[in-house]
């Protein structure tokens, strides 16, 4: 497990004075690549061999966000690395040891200049923890399918602002973006699946799905009908 603490900054807030949804995000994803960097394999070493980590899916659960100001601790670790493929939990934890949020992932090693996935290198086994079992959560949605009619939202252009490492969009993004076609809502279940990489210019369409639990599904597509990628929320509080 490795893990790192922070406070909440108020760059990080929504109106409330609560961590955002993106700040929630953007923590998991900062923890994943410390400890890349710890385990000298980070993006010097990745840049060398010309790869990344992409994910491809989340399993989110949200129990509250924690206020402005407020000490945590992030952690990650790796259950499953092996083939083409590393499945990592995360979690966001109080002072005490309660946890804000839990979080489950599938990521695929890929190879920026072949534009494919690969097998996991041998030096990324180092992630794995045969110590640190995976957390309780469902298992990971195999797919997501939207039914029904959609409401359309706004289309998105993807600026350079939006852009990581990869030259991809950053994959927090996604899920803050559909998110926001949903205004003045929090889920406190999100589930995720990425089916294809938004770069610079790319335009998204949000088609907005009602689920029959109350929640709602966004298919992030293109205007002509491919998919970015769909995330569903559920258990939304107003706010």
């Given at each position: 497990?490795?893990?790192?603490?922070?406070?909440?900054?108020?760059?990080?807030?929504?109106?409330?004075?609560?961590?955002?949804?993106?700040?929630?995000?953007?923590?998991?994803?900062?923890?994943?690549?410390?400890?890349?960097?710890?385990?000298g394999?980070?993006?010097?070493h990745?840049?060398?061999?010309h790869?990344?980590?992409?994910?491809?899916?989340?399993?989110?659960?949200i129990?509250?966000?924690?206020?402005?100001?407020?000490?945590?601790?992030?952690?990650?670790?790796?259950?499953?690395?092996k083939?083409?493929?590393?499945?990592?939990?995360?979690?966001?934890e109080d002072?005490?040891?309660?946890?804000?949020?839990?979080?489950?992932?599938?990521?695929?090693?890929?190879d920026?200049k072949?534009?494919?996935?690969?097998?996991?290198?041998?030096?990324?086994?180092?992630?794995l923890?045969p110590?640190?079992?995976?957390?309780?959560?469902?298992?990971?949605p195999?797919?997501i399918k939207?039914k029904?009619i959609?409401?359309?939202?706004?289309p998105i252009?993807v600026?350079?602002?939006?852009?990581?490492?990869?030259?991809?969009?950053?994959?927090?993004?996604?899920?803050?973006?559909?998110?926001?076609a949903l205004?003045?809502?929090?889920?406190?279940?999100?589930?995720?699946?990425?089916r294809?990489?938004?770069?610079?210019?790319?335009?998204?369409?949000?088609?907005?799905?009602?689920?029959?639990?109350g929640?709602?599904?966004?298919?992030?597509?293109?205007?002509?009908?491919?998919?970015?990628?769909?995330?569903?929320?559920?258990?939304?509080e107003?706010?």
């Open positions: 497990m490795y893990s790192f603490t922070s406070r909440i900054r108020y760059s990080e807030i929504d109106k409330d004075a609560h961590l955002s949804l993106l700040g929630c995000m953007n923590y998991l994803q900062d923890c994943g690549t410390f400890q890349a960097e710890h385990l394999i980070g993006l010097d990745m840049h060398k061999f790869y990344g980590w992409i994910v491809g899916t989340w399993h989110i659960e129990d509250q966000t924690p206020l402005f100001g407020e000490p945590i601790t992030i952690s990650t670790w790796a259950y499953g690395v083939g083409f493929s590393g499945k990592r939990n995360f979690t966001i002072k005490d040891g309660h946890a804000f949020l839990k979080a489950d992932s599938l990521w695929f090693p890929f920026l072949a534009q494919k996935v690969i097998r996991v290198p041998k030096s990324d086994l180092a992630y923890d110590e640190t079992p995976r957390l309780d959560l469902p298992p990971l195999r797919t939207p029904g959609p409401t359309q939202g706004r252009v600026s350079e602002a939006l852009l990581d490492t990869n030259d991809h969009m950053n994959n927090a993004y996604y899920i803050s973006l559909a998110q926001a205004p003045n809502r929090l889920p406190h279940v999100i589930e995720v699946q990425y294809r990489a938004a770069t610079l210019d790319d335009t998204m369409v949000p088609d907005i799905y009602n689920t029959p639990q929640g709602h599904i966004v298919d992030l597509r293109d205007p002509y009908g491919t998919t970015y990628a769909v995330i569903h929320f559920e258990r939304e107003a706010l």
